[in-house]
């Protein structure tokens, strides 16, 4: 039995949570630039980037939820339920969501990922009212009607099939299932036509209802935004819905887990009638919160990323093998993958394959020269700044930070620390990176002689 006065004391503790709590995370100069984060109780983040110079602002909501959060059976339910959310709420049509944004000039859409899910609309400053309005009713209030499951089924396949019609984007759903497997991470995020078609309106609902909890959800708005404006308008978006239930509820931690299974020296191959071959040669990378990561930024924009990198001098520019030839990286919450692509006439692959392999091993055996470092690194900085120049940029960049990491890095912080990468770093990541054995996927015309001889490009 309880006494009344614990119940008061109850009362009052449950009243103290419910209390939204307020951070400045960055402090820009005269405002511009500084960065905000809001926790309501319930559990939703919001933050902000102030831009007062700009005339624009981005609205998105990130879901903590990506195509590695599903099941076998599952496959491409995130992807599906993203086409949903556009369809309808119990107070808008389809036409009324896409009609509203597109009155003000503004522009709206989403993306799915492995580890998440972002959607957003980009207007003029005056119209962020309508788009937070927007953009919380769909987050909120989707209906998932049978018929909308069906209709959209047949975009979805669609789109399944525009991706398999491209060959030089195919190959990366590929490398991913050659290096992780019947994994999470190795299944595409649109799914396949098999988990598509078996997918109804009922285990998209429960998935949604699962998934798009506010304390899975970050909102992110950056431009010419006053930030406790943005949280009175989400705030009372999210409570006309009923979506804030619970005062205590806490915001989830950023993606932990299990490791990823990663394999080494697999070859796979997809025999298609193309005009090119379509290359990745690649091995397990960093995860993303590896401290290691700014170094790999350094090795990989020397290795793969421009015209004055290594591979493109070799492959294209003094041999002339191939148009497109670059690498990159990819980092999960618990792994990562090093990858570099080519695409190439058939007949070419196996010199295409040769001049990367022997590339790859000279530098995680003598590593890279010191101005090839220097250079890489002003790069590196210089495309970083450079890919921040807009609000959907700035959006993009403190939501993720907020959904992927729990905390925000200004500008000047990354680029001091990609500064600060130095030559003894880039060429001990070298060795750890490059050093492994490598896997391979390939799709093209190739012949059964070609794919002996692949097999033992990875050996």
Not at 23 to 52: A, D, H, S
Not at 100 to 111: H, P, S, T
Not at 195 to 209: E, G, Q
Request: charged letters at 25%; one cysteine or more.
């Amino acid at each position: 039995m309880t006494s009344r006065g614990s119940k008061a004391t109850a009362r009052t503790s449950s009243e103290a949570r419910a209390v939204a709590r307020t951070q400045t995370l960055i402090k820009g100069e005269n405002g511009i630039g500084t960065v905000r984060r809001t926790t309501l109780p319930g559990g939703l983040r919001i933050v902000t980037e102030t831009l007062p110079s700009v005339r624009s602002a981005t609205f998105g909501i990130w879901a903590h939820v990506g195509s590695r959060d599903e099941t076998p059976a599952l496959n491409g339910a995130t992807h599906y339920l993203e086409h949903l959310l556009f369809k309808g709420t119990a107070t808008r049509s389809a036409l009324d969501i896409s009609a509203a944004i597109d009155a003000v000039g503004g522009e709206m859409n989403a993306f799915t990922a492995k580890e998440y899910t972002c959607y957003y609309a980009r207007v003029l400053d005056t119209d962020l009212p309508l788009a937070i309005d927007v953009v919380c009713d769909m987050l909120t209030g989707s209906v998932i009607r049978e018929e909308d499951v069906d209709v959209e089924r047949g975009a979805i396949l669609e789109e399944i099939a525009m991706t398999e019609d491209d060959p030089g984007d195919c190959v990366h759903d590929l490398f991913a299932h050659t290096m992780f497997g019947d994994n999470p991470l190795g299944r595409p995020v649109l799914g396949t036509v098999d988990t598509v078609n078996a997918l109804t309106a009922d285990r998209i609902r429960r998935f949604y209802k699962k998934h798009y909890d506010p304390t899975h959800l970050v909102v992110a708005c950056a431009g010419n935004v006053d930030h406790d404006k943005v949280v009175r308008r989400v705030r009372a978006a999210f409570e006309k819905a009923g979506a804030l239930k619970d005062p205590g509820a806490q915001p989830i931690a950023p993606r932990g887990g299990r490791r990823a299974p990663r394999t080494a020296g697999r070859v796979e191959l997809l025999g298609r009638k193309t005009e090119q071959a379509h290359i990745v040669l690649g091995m397990p990378g960093l995860a993303r919160t590896d401290e290691r990561r700014w170094a790999l930024g350094v090795l990989n924009t020397a290795l793969g990323g421009g015209m004055s990198s290594r591979l493109f001098q070799e492959v294209r520019e003094k041999r002339g093998l191939a148009y497109s030839v670059y690498s990159y990286t990819s980092g999960f919450a618990d792994c990562g993958l090093f990858g570099v692509y080519a695409g190439c006439r058939p007949s070419q692959v196996h010199d295409v394959l040769k001049i990367c392999r022997d590339e790859l091993d000279r530098v995680a055996e003598h590593g890279l020269p010191d101005d090839e470092i220097e250079r890489a690194i002003g790069q590196l900085r210089g495309s970083t700044v450079l890919g921040l120049e807009d609000t959907g940029a700035l959006m993009n960049r403190i939501g993720k930070s907020e959904l992927c990491w729990g905390e925000q890095m200004s500008v000047d912080d990354m680029l001091s620390r990609i500064a600060s990468v130095t030559p003894d770093d880039v060429r001990s990541v070298a060795r750890d990176i490059l050093g492994r054995r490598p896997s391979l996927s390939v799709i093209g015309p190739l012949k059964d002689k070609q794919a002996a001889r692949l097999h033992e490009a990875v050996a």
